[in-house]
């Protein structure tokens, strides 16, 4: 079955610079989450879409960005990346048209970004 | 205040039971209790979800008594590959974010 894809799997970036992180949903999910892990942490909700549109918005710094578009794969953007979002960034995909909400959660592998 | 309140970690040898009492006192009328399960590096795997009483599934049991300020999440006969961390989250089921507190670290061994 088809999973939630997670690109790239590991990215490392200097101080100051910015990455992208890319999520490919499970086909006919029509929301988005993206959580941040850091290490020996658990999972923090960062921001969540629903066709498209931002739904909901957790603990996110303004340095980040993200956005779902047409196809509903979904990107975070992180600019003047510190040293502190070293960390495990995992999306997440579920389906609110066939009413699972936080039952139908499936996380992709995640994006190990390492700031150096 | 926390949401859920687990055991940070539990040891268990393989072929035993494995059960893990989360607490939630303030757990309201719509809130659903989900268990999710992470493994070192991947993202977490829904494990089982109930609103009250018993649910089983083919990986693990619920039990949720009368008051649901508790539950408590039963694993059959673990292995060395159940070692991972478990979280207990509570949260209306229509919320559609979850809010991860501190899991119980579960290691298997030999």
């Known amino acids: 079955a088809a999973g939630v894809i997670q690109s790239p799997r590991h990215l490392i970036k200097e101080k100051r610079e910015t990455a992208t992180l890319k999520c490919y949903p499970i086909p006919r999910h029509d929301t988005v989450y993206w959580y941040q892990q850091g290490p020996g942490q658990d999972p923090q909700f960062l921001i969540s879409?629903?066709?498209?549109?931002?739904?909901d918005k957790g603990s996110i710094p303004d340095r980040f960005s993200a956005q779902q578009f047409s196809d509903y794969h979904s990107e975070l953007n992180m600019s003047s990346l510190e040293l502190g979002d070293s960390a495990l960034y995992f999306c997440?995909?579920?389906?609110?048209?066939?009413?699972?909400?936080?039952?139908?959660?499936?996380f992709g592998s995640g994006t190990r970004l390492t700031v150096v | 205040l926390a949401k859920t309140t687990q055991p940070i970690s539990m040891d268990s040898y393989e072929g035993q039971e494995v059960n893990i009492t989360c607490s939630h006192n303030n757990i309201a009328t719509n809130d659903y209790i989900t268990w999710y399960q992470q493994f070192p590096s991947q993202g977490p795997r829904f494990i089982i979800q109930?609103?009250?009483t018993k649910v089983t599934n083919e990986v693990a049991s619920l039990f949720i008594p009368a008051d649901r300020k508790s539950s408590t999440l039963s694993l059959p006969r673990v292995s060395l590959s159940d070692t991972a961390v478990y979280y207990c989250l509570v949260g209306d089921i229509y919320d559609y974010k979850l809010s991860f507190g501190a899991g119980t670290t579960v290691t298997v061994r030999a």
């Open positions: 879409f629903y066709e498209k549109m931002q739904s």
């Open positions: 997440a995909s579920s389906s609110r048209f066939s009413g699972t909400g936080n039952y139908g959660y499936t």
């Open positions: 109930g609103y009250k």
